[in-house]
């Protein structure tokens, strides 16, 4: 990359207007011209900057660029707004010194954008870190927020400021931002109401419609289509380049970044919706009995939907558009409206509510972005104003507007002009006058307290009376008509009474920038923005928290009868301030320039522009910079920044100031028509003395640095080398030390090593000795041992020979002494000995015997037959003795297991045994037949349940018999019952009772001895039971039948025993007969059964088969 270091470098034109040769308006143009068509858009004045509007975008405000001029001194590089904006940042943060930006120029010269470029300028050259960059990025997002609400499309340009804005940037001593202060100048109000032909109302009605969800717009009771609000002007709703959807986003984004809470951004569009339905109002009039016209809401939707918007009741601002009241002392009158007051009273309520609310979002933004910190702070102002405005139709605003810029135009001339002129005299300095035109004049026509436009104006609006534009105009045309800057075709000044060009109702100033005729018509109004009270207090009277806010004047408790300043009063003691504001600051000019007047670029209107140097008083300004001197200062900061540059000065001046200095540039030999000393101040005339100085300063403060740093390092070097002595000296005692014990340890480790060696050899001496000797004492001990040993066992060799020998003494002498005995008792032995043999085998056998018995026992069961054989004949006996015992026992032990039931089982099956057993042929085979009594469940079976009820008593036996019939000898089967009381016969199939007999009438059973079930039932004669006869059964239960029947005989107390009789041939009384029933045993004729035949009248004959 090319590296410039100063402006001459690759120069198009002159860069800087004061090295202009020869200087004359047509060069002047001509090198403005030139560097436009270059798109080199920045010319300087010395330290002013020209601004050139290219209606393009240009790559110089590339990060890069920025870096260029980033800490460059003003003249190096080629000319920027960066240099002018890195020149102020720098004094501010290096020389404490506050400052201000001052951009002038008409209406779409490039204020705006030159105020923000400046910003983003100083926003990315200052410090950074996260609080501030926070800070930076409120500062910066601050702008589209108020674009939004106070910019709008003008004829002149598409985005221009209808608001005076000035914005003091604070920064800490670092220079790092802490916030800002913002103030806003008169907003152009009555653009909410109507608009000039071609122009647009404020951007964020157009940006609300076209940006919004389709919900947020439902809420707002708002419709997308523009045609259907009458504040909104069609013919230039679409502006090319302009997407007011996108921006839309970008301002709600915004406004978020600068703090606004959620709530209040839907506030805020809630008044703006509230301003587009204000508009739709509309009236219509209505004739009164009394003969006035007085006014009616045509349609009242718009008005109620507002209505809701604002929390206001409809009624109550349906009054105050149809009725005004006015207060005075003690007194309320109340007067109708007729239509225009209407309309009138809706405009200026529309105005007011969107003014306020455009001051109450500056507002809210200052809060936003206040520094937070007490402390002391330096001040960066930013001033863009609205530019000089020549319409073709101008009103109270413009003339506001560019009363503002005269103002501006006199500081500027203040600052550098005149002040410029008036140092030189004050401080000596040899100089020719350069004339100029000083625009003081014209400021005092508007602002003189006594007889200024504003002071007449405000005069007439407080004027009792009717009070009127024309009245206004008539009071200017005899007080003004001298004034050479006020024309007027009804002046006392003869001169304009024929000027076609000036109409009746108008009146014309000379500005410095030009003529402007104004139309008085709205003047009066307008200066005194008056809002009837019925309308402030409904707006009070609202539920809406910001629009109550904003009408605080409504507050029917604080009413106040005094007039509120008029408009132009207001406006102009704020602009008193900002003069006064500026005036404490260094001043940095950016004049703006507009090539063109259709907003195009490359095109470069000369006449236009040639009118804008001459009011901007530019070639005044170059000539005033050429003859005079680039830089001066005081003598005191003079010498105490280039004092290194000298050896005398160096370090330090002990006389003054001055002399310092003279003796400083007499060392440098800066050549003697380069500067003069003044008074106070040395002034340089040429920037490149002061390159020069600051260049050799540079090079002075790096030799300067060197020589820190060498001594620096010196001293770091000694220092370091110092300690590393000192170090060196503790690491060597140390490492002695360290060595020293090594070596010790080592000869006392080598020390004990020997000791060891020596001491184990002599304890191995002696260990030997030790062992030799025990090895002796072994020897010796053995030795002795194997001597006792050899003595002991002769010894006992010759004991046991000799207690051999007298134990064979001893038995020869016993068996001697036996055979002495047996020979003399052997006559008695035997007379004892039998007996005692015989008793003691007996003994012995019946030991064996009962232990044998032991082990081959039988089982324990009753019917186990098995028995041990018998050993011997003699204990037959006893065996069969013990075989009954054990018999009995086990009997015994079988029958303690039995219940009661299981006993009476056997008690019957005993009862059984007793009579039938070898007397009955069928007995045998009952045996093994449990008697189970009721065969036929008939308890539990349904079938007898009506048999079981006719029985009274517990049924011991059920079971199906036959009943023999005495004609043919068949059986047919009956069921019978038997209970303790009686016997039953019934019915198998029906279970109908035959025949219930008691049985105490029972006599005697018969039955035969063979191994039939026929049994008869004899009955008592005599007996109501026997009236039918006996009965003959027969039954497969036939035992247990008759053991029960006997069984119970046998345990009623009051009956006699029940005969059994057994025998193969018995009667059986039938009704009158008696019948013999007679048992033959062999084969039947029909196989295996019994069959019983009738033989005659008075003989059964029954065939029984043979029992196997
Ligand atoms: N440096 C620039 N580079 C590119 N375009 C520019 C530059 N300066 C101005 N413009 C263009 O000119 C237009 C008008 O500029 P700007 O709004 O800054 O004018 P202004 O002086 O503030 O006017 P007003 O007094 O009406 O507010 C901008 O919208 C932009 O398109
Ligand atoms: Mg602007």
């Known amino acids: 990359m090319e590296v410039k270091t100063s402006l001459l470098d690759n120069m198009i034109g002159v860069g800087d207007m004061v090295l202009l040769e020869p200087l004359s308006e047509d060069s002047f143009l001509e090198n403005l011209r030139n560097r436009f068509d270059h798109n080199e858009i920045y010319t300087y004045i010395g330290s002013v900057v020209i601004s050139m509007n290219p209606y393009r975008s240009l790559p110089i405000y590339t990060p890069d660029k920025v870096e260029e001029y980033r800490n460059r001194n003003f003249y190096e590089l080629s000319p920027h707004i960066y240099a002018l904006a890195d020149e102020a940042y720098r004094s501010l943060r290096d020389q404490d010194k506050d400052q201000c930006i001052l951009i002038t120029g008409e209406s779409g010269a490039g204020k705006t954008e030159a105020s923000k470029l400046v910003m983003s300028y100083v926003a990315a050259v200052c410090g950074k870190g996260q609080e501030v960059n926070k800070v930076k990025e409120q500062l910066l997002q601050s702008n589209p927020v108020l674009e939004a609400f106070g910019n709008a499309k003008t004829v002149r340009n598409d985005n221009s400021s209808r608001f005076g804005k000035y914005m ?33 109302n404020f951007h964020v009605f157009y940006q609300l419609l076209s940006g919004a969800s389709d919900d947020t717009l439902k809420k707002l009771k708002l419709n997308r289509d523009l045609s259907k609000y009458n504040y909104l002007s069609l013919d230039s709703a679409a502006v090319n380049g302009l997407d007011d959807a996108a921006n839309f986003r970008t301002v709600r984004n915004a406004m978020q970044i600068v703090g606004f809470m959620e709530d209040e951004v839907q506030s805020v569009l809630e008044l703006v919706a509230a301003v587009l339905k204000l508009g739709n109002i509309e009236f219509k009039p209505e004739s009164r009995c009394n003969g006035t016209d007085e006014s009616r809401i045509k349609d009242k939707n718009d008005l109620k939907e507002m209505c809701e918007l604002l929390g206001i009741e409809q009624s109550v601002l349906e009054r105050a558009f149809s009725y005004r009241t006015v207060e005075a002392k003690l007194e309320k009158v109340s007067t109708t409206l007729n239509v225009a007051q209407a309309y009138y009273a809706r405009d200026a309520l529309a105005k007011n509510l969107y003014s306020r609310l455009f001051s109450w979002l500056v507002t809210r933004i200052n809060e936003s972005i206040k520094a937070q910190t007490k402390s002391r702070h330096k001040v960066m102002g930013v001033l863009d104003i609205y530019g000089f405005e020549i319409f073709e139709d101008n009103s109270f605003e413009q003339f506001i507007i560019n009363y503002c810029n005269e103002k501006l135009q006199q500081i500027f001339i203040e600052l550098t002009l005149r002040e410029e002129q008036e140092e030189y005299v004050r401080e000596g300095i040899e100089w020719t006058n350069i004339e100029y035109f ?25 004027r009792p009376g009717t009070v009127t534009d024309e009245t206004f105009l008539d009071k200017l045309n005899t007080i003004c008509a001298e004034h050479q800057h006020f024309e007027s075709r009804l002046s006392k000044n003869s001169k304009f009474l024929t000027d076609h060009s000036l109409p009746h109702n108008c009146f014309r100033i000379q500005h410095y920038a030009g003529k402007v005729l104004y ?38 408790g604080k009413v106040n009868l005094k007039r509120p300043p008029t408009a132009g009063f207001q406006f102009k003691a704020s602009v008193g301030t900002l003069m006064r504001n500026l005036q404490t600051k260094n001043p940095n000019y950016i004049r703006c320039i507009k090539p063109n007047d259709k907003k195009a670029s490359h095109i470069f209107t000369e006449s236009l522009v040639r009118h804008q140097a001459r009011y901007l008083g530019l070639m005044e300004n170059v000539r005033v910079r050429r003859a005079g001197y680039a830089f001066r200062q005081t003598y005191e900061p003079c010498l105490e920044r280039y004092k290194m540059l000298c050896k005398r000065t160096w370090p330090h001046w002990r006389g003054p100031a001055r002399e310092g200095v003279e003796v400083l540039m007499a060392d440098l030999q800066v050549p003697a028509d380069e500067f003069s000393y003044g008074r106070s101040k040395i002034f340089i005339r040429n920037p490149r003395t002061l390159f020069f100085l600051e260049e050799r300063r540079r090079q002075c403060l790096q030799d300067l640095a060197s020589l820190i740093q060498k001594i620096y390092r010196g001293w770091k070097c000694r220092s370091q080398f110092l300690l590393l002595k000192k170090s060196q000296i503790v690491v060597a005692a140390w490492y ?46 053995t030795i002795a041992a194997f001597w006792h040993g050899t003595q002991a066992r002769r010894e006992l060799r010759r004991l046991k020979e000799e207690a051999r020998r007298k134990h064979a003494v001893a038995v020869i002498w016993a068996y001697w002494q036996g055979l002495k005995v047996r020979r003399e008792y052997r006559k008695f032995f035997r007379a004892n000995a039998g007996k005692k043999i015989y008793e003691f085998t ?11 018995l032991k082990s081959t026992m039988p089982s324990m069961s009753p019917i186990d037959k098995n028995w041990p054989a018998r050993p011997y004949i003699f204990l037959d006996g006893v065996h069969t003795a013990l075989r009954r015992i054990f ?31 070898d007397k009955k042929a069928l007995y045998p085979s009952s045996v093994s037949q449990p008697f189970k009594g009721d065969y036929l469940e008939i308890s539990k079976n349904p079938k007898y349940q009506k048999l079981n009820s006719a029985v ?5 036996l059920a079971d199906v018999v036959n009943k023999i019939n005495r004609a043919n000898g068949k059986g047919t089967a009956r069921i019978f019952l038997l209970t303790k009381k009686s016997f039953v016969l019934a019915d198998q199939k029906t279970g109908q009772v035959k025949a219930s007999v008691p049985l105490p009438d029972l006599t005697s059973v018969s039955v035969s001895t063979q191994s039939d079930g026929f049994f008869a039932l004899r009955l008592k004669e005599g007996s109501a039971s026997a009236i039918k006869g006996d009965f003959l059964l027969s039954s497969e239960h036939l035992i247990e039948i008759i053991t029960k029947i006997h069984r119970i005989g046998a345990t009623a107390a009051d009956r006699e025993q029940l005969n059994i009789d057994i025998s193969d041939e018995f009667l059986v009384q039938f009704k009158q007969d008696k019948v013999c029933v007679k048992f033959i045993e062999g084969a039947p004729k029909n196989g295996n059964s019994v069959s019983c035949k009738r033989k005659n009248n008075r003989l059964l004959e029954v065939s029984v088969p043979t029992s196997p």
């Not at 007996?842 to 044998?852: A, H, S, V």
Request: charged letters at 35%; aromatic letters at 10%; glycine letters at 4%.
């Open 952 to 956: 009274d008593e517990k049924v011991l």
């Open 438 to 462: 000083n625009n003081a004049i014209i400021c005092d026509l508007i602002e003189n307290h006594q007889n200024g436009i504003l002071a007449m104006l405000d005069e007439e609006c407080l």
């Open 736 to 781: 002695r030390r360290y060595a020293q014990q090594k070596k010790y340890q080592k000869i006392k480790s080598a020390t004990t090593v020997v000791q060891s060696y020596t001491r184990g050899w002599q304890a191995r001496k002696l260990l030997r000795e030790l062992k030799y000797q025990k090895r002796c004492e072994e020897a010796v001990t």
């Open 168 to 200: 003091d940037i604070e920064f800490d001593f670092k220079g790092d931002p802490l916030g800002g202060v913002i103030s806003n100048y008169l907003l152009e109000k009555s653009r909410v109401v109507k608009q000039p032909r071609g122009e647009r």
């Open 519 to 556: 139309r008085v018509e709205g003047f009066v109004d307008k200066n005194n923005d008056l809002l009837y009270r019925d309308l402030s207090q409904a707006m009070y009277k609202a539920t809406h928290s910001l629009i109550k806010q904003l009408f605080p004047e409504g507050n029917p």
């Open 842 to 852: 007996i003994q012995r056998i019946m030991q064996k015997y009962f232990l044998g």
């Open 887 to 917: 018999h009995l026992w086990r009997c015994k032990k079988y029958r303690s297991q039995f219940t009661e039931e299981k006993k009476a089982v056997y008690e019957e099956k005993l009862e059984a045994s007793e009579i039938f057993k």
